[in-house]
């Protein structure tokens, strides 16, 4: 069930979805929209995930326009904002999925696999947040996949530490090499100055209670929903 984190020194709380609070992702339909409702009153803003390192800054003026469908969508992997706007949301089937806080009110959630980590979606979330004028900024790693289960060749890793300058190799359960994605995030978020407040120790694709791709191919999505305390 949905696990509410409040970030300390903020106004802001993330919520943690996992399968009881069923499919929230954009393929899920009315059925979607009806299990996000139980979570907030406020309909969410959300983007269109590329798997990139681009930030949505909402724009006041145009919070009374949702879109009516996906394709309307802004294209990013991340989303910002700095007020007491309808709650923003990403979702992710063993992807990480990430929240950022500031006591000054701005704050973010992102979705980031091995892309993201190439594209540096966090630090990318961080410079945008303290564009806006955010000072110290805390973050939260929500539910992804875990080095057990996060099976990668050894060229394509190889390539991703070369990329983002850090050894983030772990083993599977099988004894194979993986990705730590946990890791890199956090390595990540060092370097962006942020201070990790929360992490997940869930495993997407161990925890059947969690949407996995890796584990079930499905089109299913948890969420990590950021909002302003009330």
Known sequence: ????????????????????????????????LKARKKLTESPWITVNQVHGGTIYSVDPKQLNTF???????????????????????????????????????????????????????????????????????????GHAIGRCCYEFSSDDLKRIENQINAEVAGETRQGKISLDLKKAIEIQMSRAFIEITYKSERCTACDQDLFSWRRDMTTERQAIVGIVKT
């Open 67 to 141: 879109p009516k469908s996906q394709l309307d969508l802004v294209s990013a992997d991340g989303i910002i904002c700095g007020g007491p706007f309808n709650p923003i949301a990403v979702f992710g089937a063993d992807c990480g999925t990430l929240g950022f806080a500031s006591k000054e009110g701005i704050y973010g959630v992102a979705h980031c696999g091995w892309r993201g980590l190439e594209e540096n979606i966090v630090g990318n979330t961080a410079k945008s947040m303290r564009l806006l004028g955010a000072t110290d900024i805390y973050g939260i790693i």
């Open 1 to 32: 069930m949905a696990e509410w984190v409040h970030v300390n020194k903020t106004d802001i709380c993330f919520i943690l979805t996992d399968s009881k609070d069923g499919d929230l992702g954009h393929n899920s339909g009315q059925k979607g």
